[in-house]
């Protein structure tokens, strides 16, 4: 899924949890991964708007609602403050 919608090759490292979305009513599954190889970009216009790399910090702007708490556990921990 990654790779059809940035066109990064990524490898799973930890399933961080799996939730009903609260918005769209969909099954989740939240995984931390690492680029393996590829260019990020906008690989499936039709389901990708938008693409940026951000700091923990500038998360707020793009998911104003808060992220799921087993992620944001993640980045605490795997990110420097």
Do not use: N
Not at 19 to 29: E, K, L, Q, V
């Amino acid at each position: 899924e990654t790779q059809e919608e940035t066109g990064l090759t990524v490898a799973a490292v930890k399933l961080l949890g799996e939730r009903i979305h609260p918005a769209t009513g969909r099954r989740m599954s939240y995984v931390a991964c690492e680029v393996v190889s590829g260019t990020a970009h906008i690989a499936a216009p039709q389901e990708l708007a938008e693409l940026a790399w951000v700091t923990q910090g500038e998360i707020s702007h793009y998911v104003p609602y808060g992220l799921f708490a087993p992620v944001q556990d993640y980045l605490d921990g795997a990110l420097p403050s």
